[in-house]
């Protein structure tokens, strides 16, 4: 659920940017992302917490984004799960 909906706002907010100016990096419309975001996870694993990070790197020319979601010990997943990644947006 935390995931679609970041993706969801992810897709819209891409759509409705103005095209980046000659010389513009194509990533200058996702600038409103960058920061740390939290909510809720809710899926198999059970319901969870997640975070994310946005923010440019190596001289703005990548968007690092940073995903953790932790699934504490539950009825529904006794162990829990910490689901993790990294990705990286190149202009």
């Known amino acids: ?3 679609l909906g970041l993706l969801i706002i992810f897709l819209v907010s ?3 940017q ?3 100016s ?3 990096s194509p990533l200058d419309s996702l600038r409103f992302f960058v920061g740390h975001w939290q909510g ?3 899926g198999k694993p059970g319901q969870g917490k997640g975070e994310r990070d946005y923010e440019f ?3 703005g020319r990548f968007l690092q984004v940073k995903n953790k979601t932790t699934y504490p010990p539950q009825e529904k997943n006794p162990k829990g799960e910490v689901h ?3 990705r990286l947006l190149q202009s």
């Open 18 to 20: 103005p095209q980046p």
């Open 40 to 42: 809720t996870s809710q």
């Open 57 to 59: 790197v190596l001289r």
């Open 84 to 86: 993790e990644d990294i």
């Open 14 to 16: 891409a759509l409705f």
């Open 1 to 3: 659920m935390y995931r």
């Open 22 to 24: 000659p010389g513009g």
